[in-house]
């Protein structure tokens, strides 16, 4: 167990859809990471935030949003859901801002399916 | 942007055999971290390298970073079923820069 939760576990639903996905990082992190992982893929790098501020961008679409609130936990937002959004959602937390060698302790993941 | 990729995507090994991938990263690395998945999980962090050259092992692991700073290997000596999954390097290139994760090699042991 990391440490790190993530609701819900599973998510089914349809296209044009709107769906949250939430995370709870580890006792003292600040930072929180999302990614995700299609079938048989790598990790795509999201977004991170640290402290309740945004810190870094990778790909993620303008349907996605993301925000990290005062108690650390984060959110986030898919839109307009498409086929192709079907994957594993992770989230992952560190201590820092990730500037520096820092672990990143992943969450068990949200598998979402859009029908 | 940073690039990083591991080769070989899959590798199919007999249980007892040794197994190695390697990460290549297109820019300087700051630090490297490796990553272990196992199917159906989530990724679990191994180890980080932070010094040019550097060799760390944990067990029948051993982990490398490149003198220059731009490639790591780990090597898994005599391979075992509980070996299974999906490994990831992961690369930062300091000041404020996302972390970037391999592509991945997928491990098979065959008992």
């Known amino acids: ?115 | 942007g940073q690039q990083v990729m591991q080769i070989p995507q899959y590798q199919h090994v007999q249980e007892g055999e040794d197994f190695t991938t390697y990460c290549n990263s297109s820019t300087t690395l700051s630090n490297i971290q490796w990553y272990k998945q196992r199917p159906g999980g989530h990724p679990v962090f191994l180890i980080q390298l932070v010094k040019s050259g550097e060799v760390k092992k944990q067990k029948r692991l051993t982990f490398q970073f490149g003198e220059a700073k731009k490639n790591s290997s780990l090597h898994i000596t005599a391979t075992q079923t509980t070996d299974v999954g999906t490994y990831f390097c992961a690369g930062n290139s300091g000041g404020y820069q996302k972390v970037t994760f391999g592509t991945g090699t997928k491990l098979q042991v065959i008992p």
């Open chain 1, 1 to 115: 167990d990391s440490g790190v939760t993530q609701t819900p576990k599973h998510l089914i639903t349809a296209t044009g859809q709107r769906v949250t996905l939430r995370c709870s990082p580890r006792s003292g992190d600040l930072s929180v990471y999302w990614y995700q992982q299609s079938l048989d893929q790598g990790l795509q790098f999201l977004i991170q935030y640290y402290n309740g501020e945004e810190r870094a961008k990778g790909n993620i679409l303008e349907r996605f949003s993301a925000q990290q609130f005062p108690d650390l936990h984060s959110e986030l937002n898919l839109s307009s859901l498409e086929l192709g959004d079907s994957a594993l959602y992770f989230c992952a937390s560190s201590v820092g801002a990730g500037g520096g060698p820092e672990t990143q302790y992943f969450g068990p993941g949200t598998r979402l399916l859009v029908l």
